[in-house]
C-alpha cells in the first residue's frame, strides 16, 4: 500500500487530506471520483494508512505495526466492501459488510475506515441503506465511496458527502514517473503517456501490455497504407479493425493520436514534439499529401465513429464509413493541389507578362508545387 508521497499528481486532494488529518476535521464520508486507473484506490488507500498510522502524521510511517497492517491489507479496521454480483452492490453488501458492523467499536485504532470501490454499482436500495449510515454515523466512521460516475449517487448522499475530483496528469509528469520509477524506455513512454490521457495507472498498464502493443501495430500499418488501398480492399480493412472489436475504442485513440502528429508536423515540422517519433517518414508523407481542413475532417470523423460505436450502431458500417471519410479526405487534397498548382501556374504566366522579376516568379512557382 502507498503512502501519500508515492502518488503522481492530485496534489490538491492529497493536501485537502493532510490538512484534514492535521487539523482534526476528518469528514465521515468522501466521494472520490475519477476515471478507472486513475488512483483512486490508491489516494483511499494512502488516506486510510495515514488515518490509522500509530505515530499520527499526515502520512503514514511504513514502520509501524498499524501500517505493516494496512499494507498487507489485514488492518482490522480498514474494511473493503466486496460484492459477489459483478456488476451490483446489493443492499444486502452493504447492510452485512457496512452497517452491521460500524456499530461496533475500533479494534485497534482510532478510526474505523470503509472503502467502497466500484460504488456506482449500488442499487437504490443499496444506496438507501447506506444513507442511514451516513445521516448519521459513529464518530470513528470514515466511508470512501470510489466511483467513475458520482452522478449515479442519489442527492442526499452527494450533499451528505466530501467530493474528491481526481485530476488529469499531465503528459511529461507521467512520462518521467514511466521512465524513472518504471524504467520504461523513452518511446514506450512517450506513446503510453500520450495514450493515457492523464490518467496514471493507465499509463502503467499500457507500458507493460503487449496487448496494447500489437493493437498499436495493426492501427499504423492500417492508418499508413490506407490512402493507397482500393475501395474493394477496405473489406479487408474492416476485418483487420474486427479483430480488435473489443478494444475499439482503443483502437481509435491511436488513430487520433496519429493523425495528431500529422497535424503537428504539417503545422511546425517539428520531430521533436512527436508522439509516434519512429514513424516520422510516414508521418512526414501524409503532413504533405492532407490539407489542414483534412485532417481536422478526419479527426471529426473519429469522433462520430466513436459516438455511433457507442450507440450500437452496426460495427462494419461505422468502420467502413469512417475508412471512407479518411480516404476521402486525402483524395480532396490531393485534387486541391492540383488546383493550387494550375493556379499558381496561370499566376507565373500574367506575372511575366507584367514583367515581374523572372527569378522570383520561377522561385515562387516552385515553392507552391513543392508544397502541394
Given at each position: 500500500?502507498a503512502?501519500f ?5 492530485n ?12 487539523m482534526g476535521k476528518?469528514?465521515?464520508?468522501y ?23 500509530e ?6 510511517c511504513?514502520e ?63 444506496q438507501?441503506?447506506l ?11 470514515v ?9 449515479s ?17 499531465k ?13 520504461i ?13 492523464g490518467?496514471?495507472?493507465k ?7 503487449d496487448?496494447?502493443n500489437?493493437?498499436?501495430?495493426s492501427a499504423?500499418s ?5 490512402d ?7 473489406g479487408?480493412?474492416?476485418k483487420?479493425?474486427?479483430?480488435y472489436?473489443?478494444k ?12 495528431r502528429?500529422?497535424?503537428?508536423m504539417?503545422a ?16 512526414k508523407?501524409q ?7 483534412g ?16 450507440a ?11 475508412l ?6 486525402a483524395?480532396?487534397s ?7 498548382i ?5 499566376k ?14 520561377m ?10
Amino acid at each position: 500500500m502507498a503512502g501519500f508521497k508515492d502518488i503522481v499528481g492530485n496534489e490538491q486532494i492529497i493536501e485537502h487530506l493532510q490538512n484534514a488529518i492535521s487539523m482534526g476535521k476528518v469528514s465521515h464520508a468522501y466521494i472520490i471520483s475519477g476515471p478507472q486507473l486513475s488512483g483512486k484506490m490508491m489516494i483511499a488507500e494512502a488516506f486510510a494508512r495515514a488515518l490509522q498510522c500509530e505515530k499520527e502524521g499526515t502520512d503514514g510511517c511504513g514502520e509501524c505495526k498499524s501500517c505493516h497492517q494496512a499494507d498487507d491489507h489485514n488492518h482490522p479496521d480498514i474494511i473493503y466492501v466486496s460484492h459477489e454480483k459483478p456488476n451490483n452492490i446489493s443492499v444486502d453488501d452493504i447492510r452485512t459488510q457496512l452497517n452491521n458492523n460500524i456499530v461496533i467499536k475500533p479494534y485497534s485504532s482510532k478510526y474505523k475506515i470503509y472503502i467502497v470501490d466500484e460504488a456506482e454499482k449500488m442499487n437504490q436500495q443499496a444506496q438507501n441503506a447506506l444513507l442511514k449510515t451516513i445521516e448519521e454515523p459513529p464518530a470513528y466512521a470514515v466511508i470512501m465511496l470510489l466511483t467513475t460516475n458520482a452522478d449515479s449517487f442519489l442527492q442526499t448522499i452527494r450533499s451528505r458527502c466530501i467530493t474528491l475530483n481526481m485530476k488529469s496528469v499531465k503528459d511529461e509528469v507521467i512520462k518521467a514517473y514511466l521512465m524513472n520509477e518504471k524504467h520504461i524506455p523513452d518511446y514506450q513512454a512517450d506513446i503510453s503517456a500520450a495514450f493515457a490521457q492523464g490518467i496514471v495507472g493507465k499509463a502503467v498498464k499500457l507500458a507493460s501490455s503487449d496487448e496494447f502493443n500489437e493493437l498499436k501495430e495493426s492501427a499504423l500499418s492500417l492508418i499508413k497504407r490506407l490512402d493507397d488501398i482500393d475501395l474493394y480492399e477496405l473489406g479487408a480493412a474492416v476485418k483487420q479493425i474486427a479483430e480488435y472489436k473489443l478494444k475499439v475504442q482503443d483502437y481509435f485513440d491511436l488513430i487520433m493520436v496519429w493523425y495528431r502528429d500529422v497535424l503537428y508536423m504539417k503545422a511546425t515540422n517539428d520531430v521533436n514534439g512527436l508522439i509516434f517519433k519512429d514513424e516520422v517518414y510516414d508521418i512526414k508523407k501524409q503532413a504533405a499529401k492532407h490539407s489542414y481542413q483534412g485532417i481536422e475532417a478526419i479527426l471529426e470523423a473519429l469522433e462520430k465513429a466513436k459516438i455511433r460505436i457507442n450507440a450500437n450502431v452496426n460495427f462494419d458500417l461505422v468502420i467502413e464509413l469512417l475508412l471512407m471519410s479518411i480516404k476521402e479526405q486525402a483524395r480532396k487534397s490531393s485534387y486541391e493541389g492540383i488546383e493550387l498548382i494550375l493556379e499558381s501556374l496561370e499566376k507565373a504566366k500574367a506575372r511575366l507578362k507584367a514583367n515581374v522579376n523572372f527569378d522570383l516568379v520561377m522561385e515562387l512557382l516552385f515553392l507552391t508545387i513543392k508544397e502541394n
